[in-house]
């Protein structure tokens, strides 16, 4: 399967910030039907989406958790997307996956890990 390169994430303490970024390759980043985004996965609980980009209008879609704290962006010419998190809560804590899928799908928490996943941590 393809896989998309991820790299960020680590551990801060709450109110903290982290920037997660994934590069895809030109036939993923390219393909209109692609929405670029994240999910989370914490031991225990329910996969979480977190935020996706439609990559030919860059219109960005947040979990309602994360709304007003994370920003997802991109970068047309390196082909990545990025995630900047903001105001970091213990809750926010998991292993951060990036995919790419139909849009709806990612930040819904439906979409398929397309990379080995990154861990976040975020202590009280």
């Known amino acids: 399967r ?23 390759p030109t036939h993923i980043y390219s393909n209109i039907i692609y929405c670029m985004g994240w999910f989370r996965q914490t031991p225990g609980k329910e996969r ?12 960005p879609y947040y979990a309602d958790s994360v709304k007003g704290r994370f920003t ?36 819904s928490g439906r979409a398929q890990p397309w990379g080995q996943g990154i861990q976040v941590t975020v202590s009280s």
């Not at 979480?48 to 219109?59: F, R």
């Not at 962006?73 to 082909?79: E, G, R």
Request: charged share 15%; net charge negative; aromatic share 6%.
């Open 48 to 59: 979480e989406g977190v935020a996706e980009i439609y990559i030919v209008s860059g219109t």
């Open 72 to 107: 997802i962006s991109q970068d047309n010419a390196k082909h990545t997307v990025y995630l900047q998190m903001n105001n970091l809560k213990p809750e926010d804590t998991g292993t951060y996956y990036c995919a790419a899928d139909r849009c709806g799908t990612v930040v």
């Open 2 to 24: 393809v896989q998309l390169v991820e790299a960020g994430g680590g551990s801060v303490e709450a109110g903290g910030s982290l920037r997660l970024s994934c590069a895809a």
